[in-house]
């Protein structure tokens, strides 16, 4: 019985993650199309990228909410949304910071942060690191020097770093359409 189990539970997880495309279109699922197209643009991030983070901040639920008051898809902390705003990085009359449950606005803020992220390391490993346990411990890792997932002493973070790449190569392997093409 209980092989029988552990077997149908392995095919299941293999046909997700390694089978058909439709099978593996329903563990990456890709909503939010033309919010994170805009963002992605406007910001000048992979778009892939931004539904990957979003994959491994909240698997695409508009109503995620973290233990330390991060919100929506991206996880976006109201105190960075209210930096990002005041710096001028994101509109707040058109995306307004009570609204960062909305998912066109919390896509906003989020990939705004996160291209602060990669102009402020330079490299998307570091700031994957940074967007997911923060800055200081980001500064702490990237001063090390190397391969900044040999720094990185978390496990959630090393994780979630390789996660979110990994994830990016299948968004687009999977939807190689779903953007307009860019430059990058």
Excluded: C
Excluded at 83 to 101: C, F, G, H
């Amino acid at each position: 019985m209980i092989i029988g189990i552990v077997g149908t539970l392995a095919l299941t997880t293999f046909m997700f993650l390694r089978g058909p495309a439709a099978w593996q279109r329903i563990y990456y699922p890709l909503n939010f199309r033309a919010e994170i197209a805009r963002s992605a643009e406007r910001h000048e991030v992979n778009p892939y990228l931004v539904a990957a983070i979003i994959d491994g901040e909240s698997s695409f639920d508009p109503r995620a909410r973290s233990s330390q008051g991060a919100v929506g898809l991206m996880q976006v902390l109201p105190s960075t949304a209210q930096q990002l705003a005041r710096n001028r990085t994101v509109d707040a009359t058109k995306y307004p910071l009570d609204s960062l449950s909305d998912p066109d606005v919390n896509i906003e803020y989020g990939t705004a942060y996160f291209r602060y992220l990669v102009e402020r390391y330079h490299e998307v490993e570091t700031a994957l690191a940074a967007y997911n346990a923060g800055l200081v411990r980001a500064d702490a890792w990237a001063a090390k020097g190397g391969d900044i997932r040999d720094a990185i002493d978390f496990p959630e973070t090393r994780h979630y770093v390789l996660r979110v790449a990994r994830a990016k190569d299948r968004y687009e392997a999977l939807y190689p359409d779903a953007f307009p093409k860019r430059r990058q």
